[in-house]
């Protein structure tokens, strides 16, 4: 599970080695540790004339802390697009990075902010706004140095909900995410958010939490005050229960296949908790085959666990959620790209999407949100046991030159997960250094 290289290359003669030779240097993430500032530096805040968004961003900076003026190396670079109403009007953002790209500091951020391309009010419009996903995409892959570059579409309406999205993605704690479009949609009111402990008061379900990026989940929503209750099949009876004493919470040994399996999980929820506000879906496996060598039953046991489930336990939880509620569902970046070996996974992972963007809509008038996370390469027992050379392939070609870490999906899940996420909803997100194959 660890990565020889990326300690290698982050050595001494290491570095110089890998300068010398042209390899992949990857860089030190910065990750969230507990009691980090949102940024390490001042902010440079800018953005196209008549855009909506300076004003609420402004304010959350300044109360966060942050400075908005200092120099000359910048921790982020933020710019507001709303106001680009056609193609001519995207030249600002050439003057704008191609003025500044190099006072961002390592581990820096790009943000760029626009209106959904769906929300705009004439053609011309739409297309300039779709434009930005080129710009922040091909930032993210030329910036290197563990910068991250997203796009946040924020639709008309939504300009105070933005806090909580911007949080995550200034921070530490967005340090595998890069190269993603995120959208904020409008809600009727967001609770106030307590940045320290946001989800107090919270019982969070995570299943497939014995071990890799379900344990990583629990830990950090724990972290982040919720009661977290973790399940795993009775197996992994032993890693399950080492898990939740440590984050003095609840193990339930449950087999998600079995057909009573919905019913006793709102059972025990109910009798052990009086309810449940977070249902984290992370629970997988993988039965690889070409699919003319794939059993019946390999193709089934994978569609079950990672999908049917998903969606037969969702029937039985959404009753019991409340106002505010969450749900986010583990996919795959093979869910996106699809992969060799992989019908059965990556049918099973693109289905999930198709879950969370169906249900949206549907669950948006109870309050409840839906998204999704698709992990690229994470350093887990899973992708310990790939063969070396598809390892290499996976951990090196993103953004990152690095495979990312369960704490770095556990992170994008918990601001999900926060109260004041609530306009996002929806939304796939994906935890994979950008990626560089895909569809
Ligand atoms: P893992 O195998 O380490 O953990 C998965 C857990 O799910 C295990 O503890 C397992 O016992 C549990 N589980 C399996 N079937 C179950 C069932 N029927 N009922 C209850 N629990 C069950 O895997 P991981 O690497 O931590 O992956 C977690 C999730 O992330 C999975 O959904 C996986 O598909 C997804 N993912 C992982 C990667 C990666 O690089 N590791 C990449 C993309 C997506």
New binding site residues.
Partial sequence: MSDRYASFANSGPGRALVKRLGLPAPPVLRRYHSGDPLVTGPVMLAGAPGGRLDGPVRKMLTIAGVALDGGPRWSALVFDGTGIVDSAGLHPLYEFFHANARSLTSGGRVIVLGTPPAACASPREATAQRALEGLTRSIGKEFGRGMTAQLVYVAPGAEEFTDSTMRFLLSGRSAYVSGQVIRIGQVSSSPLTDWDHPLEGKVALV????????AAIARVLARDCARVVV???P??GE?LARVANEIGGTALQ????RPDAPSTLAAQLLSRHGKVDIVVH?????RDKTIAKMSAEQWDAVID??LS?QERINDALIPLLPEGGRIIS?????GIAGNRGQTN?ATS?AGVIGLVQSMAPILAPQGVTINAV?????E????ARMPLAAREVGRRMNSMSQ?GL?VD?AETIAWLAAPGSAGVTGNVVRVCGQMWLGA
């Fill in positions: 299943t497939g939490a014995a071990q890799g990026i379900g399940l795993d099949v197996a992994a890693a449950l087999d998600l296949t992370n629970a997988g496996i993988t666990v990672n489930s583990v996919s795959s970046t093979s996974y992972k698709a992990p690229g390469f994470i887990t027992r899973m992708t495979g369960p999906v």
